[in-house]
Each structure stands twice: as structure tokens, then as C-alpha cells.
């Protein structure tokens, strides 16, 4: 049976006139979108979608899954730790260990193995090649997000919002239908007057 269209939800007046904690909390963290870096605005945006109720979810035919996973990736990348390796060498470690290489990985990067950095301690740089060459795509992605260079961490970075950016922003524009105007008027009072005082 084929399923029905897609129909852009409207804003139900009634529904949502009375007080609403959870459309406060919603609405806040869009607002922090707003003005968070692009990869803390995906954060907050997923952090907004999991507010919503089961029957929300399937009504905007958002995938639940995909919002863990992109909340998931984008809080290791913000969180990324940095290492130094001597001299000017500074180097990323981002840990994808417990990620889902396919539904969580393979959907948005364009390679096994971003630019990485060799630890100080090991062996030698062909040593290092022998070694990647021989192992799993998930695996090559984890050894070399162990010491990412910073050329490395930035084109990761880039793969991963130029496919999660598009998504998120569909997902915070049928949020604004979740959310009464008098809401978006309130909690923007509440952040203009917390940033004057």
C-alpha cells in the first residue's frame, strides 16, 4: 500500500496554549543553534528533535536513529581531544570505537582514513602504512583517528556537516511549528535579558 504524502504540519493553537515545559526546553535549544558553532548546532538541534513525542517522530517522518547518531558523532568531533606530538605538532584523538561503522560512519565520510599523525613512540612510517593497509575500513578509521593531524580533523569535520547540516535544518524548521509564537516572543526575552545583564 503506498504511503500517503508528506503534508507540512501546522501549528496547533490550541493544542499548545496552555503551558508547556517541553516546548520551552525546545525552543531554548534552538535558539542556542542559533548562535552555537556549526557542529554544537547540530547538538542542540538533535537534542531539540528528542524532545518530541513517538507519534511526532513518525508524523515529520524523522528517523530516530539518525538523531542519535548524528548527536553521537558531532559531540566526539566538538569533544575531540588534543595531543601534542613535539615541536608545533598537535594531533586529534577522536574515539568512534563504540559507533556503528555503517549507519553512523560510512554515511557521510569520503574516506577510510583521514590525514594522521604518526605517535612519537612508534616504529616508523612504513611500519604505519603496512599496518592500515591490512586492516577493515572501521578498523582504518580508528587507527587513524587516534592521532588525526589537524589538516586531517578539519576535512573530517567538514565531510561530516556538509552531509549533517542539511538534515538537522529540516529537522529545526519543522520543529518551529512545534512552538507558539508567544513561546519564541518568552524564551527570546529570557536570552536577551540574560545577555544584557
Same mark, same amino acid.
Given at each position: ?13 490550541e ?25 554544537k ?7 531539540a528533535?528528542?524532545?518530541l ?6 508524523q ?9 547518531s ?11 581531544s ?16 563504540? +559507533? ?5 560512519i560510512? #554515511?557521510? /565520510?569520503? @574516506?577510510?582514513?583521514?590525514?594522521y599523525?604518526?605517535?612519537? %613512540?612508534n616504529?616508523?612510517t612504513?611500519?604505519?602504512d ?13 587507527y ?6 589537524d ?10 556537516l556538509?552531509?549533517?547540516?542539511p ?7 519543522? +520543529? ?6 508567544? #513561546?519564541? /516572543?518568552? @524564551? ?8 544584557? %545583564?
Amino acid at each position: 500500500m503506498a504511503q500517503p504524502e508528506y503534508n507540512e504540519p501546522e501549528y496547533d493553537a490550541e493544542r499548545t496554549s496552555t503551558f508547556s515545559a517541553s516546548e520551552r526546553i525546545m525552543c531554548s535549544f534552538l535558539i542556542e543553534s542559533l548562535n552555537a558553532t556549526p557542529l554544537k548546532s547540530i547538538i542542540y538541534i538533535s537534542r531539540a528533535v528528542m524532545m518530541l513525542t513517538e507519534s511526532d517522530i513518525e508524523q515529520y517522518k524523522i528517523d530516530a536513529k539518525e538523531v542519535i547518531s548524528l548527536f553521537s558523532v558531532s559531540e566526539r568531533l566538538v569533544f575531540a581531544s588534543e595531543q601534542n606530538q613535539g615541536s608545533s605538532m598537535k594531533t586529534y584523538k577522536i574515539d568512534f570505537s563504540s +559507533l556503528d561503522y555503517d549507519t553512523q560512519i560510512d #554515511t557521510w /565520510t569520503k @574516506m577510510n582514513a583521514y590525514d594522521y599523525c604518526i605517535p612519537k %613512540d612508534n616504529v616508523g612510517t612504513e611500519t604505519n602504512d603496512m599496518i592500515i593497509e591490512e586492516l577493515g575500513p572501521f578498523e582504518k578509521m580508528v587507527y587513524s583517528t587516534k592521532n588525526l593531524t589537524d589538516t586531517g580533523y578539519q576535512h573530517m569535520v567538514s565531510d561530516f556537516l556538509m552531509y549533517a547540516i542539511p538534515i538537522t535544518q529540516k529537522w529545526a524548521y519543522l +520543529l518551529t511549528t512545534k512552538i507558539s509564537p508567544s #513561546t519564541y /516572543t518568552e @524564551m527570546l526575552k529570557v536570552y536577551k535579558g540574560s545577555r544584557d %545583564d
